[in-house]
Structures are given as C-alpha cells and as structure tokens.
C-alpha cells in the first residue's frame, strides 16, 4: 500500500479521446511530481508543482496537461495521445527537503 | 546534476548481504545521494539518503566514501522479496525554504536475490 492513490489503475484511450490521471496524497507534502516510465526505462520527470504553482515542466507536450486544484490534488489531462505515449505514469508527493513518496501508478493504453 | 554510473545486474543469494555499488564521481558539496528501488509493477520505493556521513535504516545502510565520488547501499540479509531494480541518484535541492530537489533517475541496478 503507498500513501499516494492514483486513478485509475489502468486506461485504455484512442488517439481522438480526452481523459484524466488523478493522484492523491494526505500527508501535507507541498511538491507533486509527474513521472513517466515507459517499460524497461527509468521513470522521466514531466512536471513538478511547489506550494501549487507549476515549477518545472520538462519540455512536456502541450497534449499532456497538468493541473494542481489543491495542496491534496494532482490531475493530468490528456488530449490526442499517439500510441508512443503508452507508458506507466508515476505520481509523486514530497515535503520540502524530503524524500518522494510515489504512487504505484495509471498503466495507459493509446490505441 | 551529477551523473551516477551503476552496473546493470548482480545477485545475490538469499540470506546474504547484497553491496550495490554507485559511482557519482562528479557530485558537487551540496548534493545528496538518494537509493530508490522499484519492484516489478510498482512505483519506487524510496530506501535511505546520505550527504557525506554513512547511514543506517532499517532496510539498508549506506556507505558513502569519503571523497563522496561512489557509495554502496547494503542489504544486510537480501530476501526474494528485494529482487528489484535499485536506483542511485544524486539530487540537489535549491536555495530557499520552498525547495523541492529534482530527482532524476540513471539507468539503474537490476538485483536478483536467489533461493
């Protein structure tokens, strides 16, 4: 069990669809990462948010977007995936100065 | 961000301690030395972190040279349970009380522990 939930487990979309990853955390921590993993490859960082705000997006694709509702919530929405975009999306949460506690990720699917 | 050099498999027989090397020959005075591990079909699971003093949990120790340019994570008695692919990463984090350190992830070690 990890302390980060992240819906759903799996997702399967075409290319045309609009979705969204959520991830959770209730343990106070003010970063929340997005990671991307695809198989046999180390986790990528896509986005971070501190205190909320968007800190660092690593030349991500407009087609994935992030959104940070509240110090809890981390959303990804995704709009006109390609297939090369099937990956393992990790969430992540830590304090400042401390440690990233990930989820066990949304294995995605675009067909 | 420094980078860290890792051999891409080991094992390990169960029972037995299990020293998993990293070089970060370039590391700077500030950066700290992080070990993850990720189990098949999981996200990573954070074990232990070091500046420049050796460090104990309860699921590893880390040893880190004194030069700071490699360091090994020890297992003290691996089980099947730790097969997994270990990641060392060295993170820096920046001025400032918001700062949140970017982690970066290397290619990492695939370890086998045997029956």
């Known amino acids: 069990d990890t302390e980060v939930t992240q819906t759903p487990k799996h997702l399967v979309m075409g290319m045309t669809n609009k979705k969204s990853l959520k991830c959770e955390q209730h343990?106070?921590?003010?970063?929340m990462y997005w990671y991307k993993q695809k198989a046999k490859k180390p986790p990528e960082l896509m986005f971070v948010?501190?205190?909320?705000?968007?800190?660092i997006n690593e030349s991500v694709p407009s087609r994935f977007s992030p959104e940070c509702p509240n110090s809890s919530l981390l959303n990804l929405h995704l709009h006109a995936l390609q297939p090369e975009d099937s990956a393992l999306y990790l969430c992540a949460s830590s304090q400042v100065r401390s440690p990233l506690h990930f989820g066990n990720g949304t294995r995605l699917t675009v067909t | 961000d420094a980078k860290t050099t890792q051999p891409p498999s080991m094992d390990c027989a169960e029972g037995r301690a299990a020293n998993l090397p990293c070089n970060h020959s370039t590391i700077s005075g500030n950066e700290y030395v992080y070990w993850y591990r990720q189990i098949h079909s999981q996200g990573p699971q954070y074990i232990i972190h070091g500046l420049k003093n050796n460090e104990t949990n309860e699921m590893a120790s880390l040893i880190i040279t004194e030069d700071r340019k490699s360091s090994t994570l020890i297992l003290p008695h691996a089980t099947l349970r730790d097969t997994a692919v270990y990641y060392c990463?060295?993170?820096?984090f920046g001025a400032g009380g918001t700062s949140y350190g970017k982690l970066t992830f290397g290619q990492g070690t695939i370890l086998t522990v045997h029956p």
């Open positions: 343990m106070g921590h003010r970063a």
């Open positions: 990463i060295v993170r820096v």
């Open positions: 948010y501190s205190y909320e705000k968007l800190s």
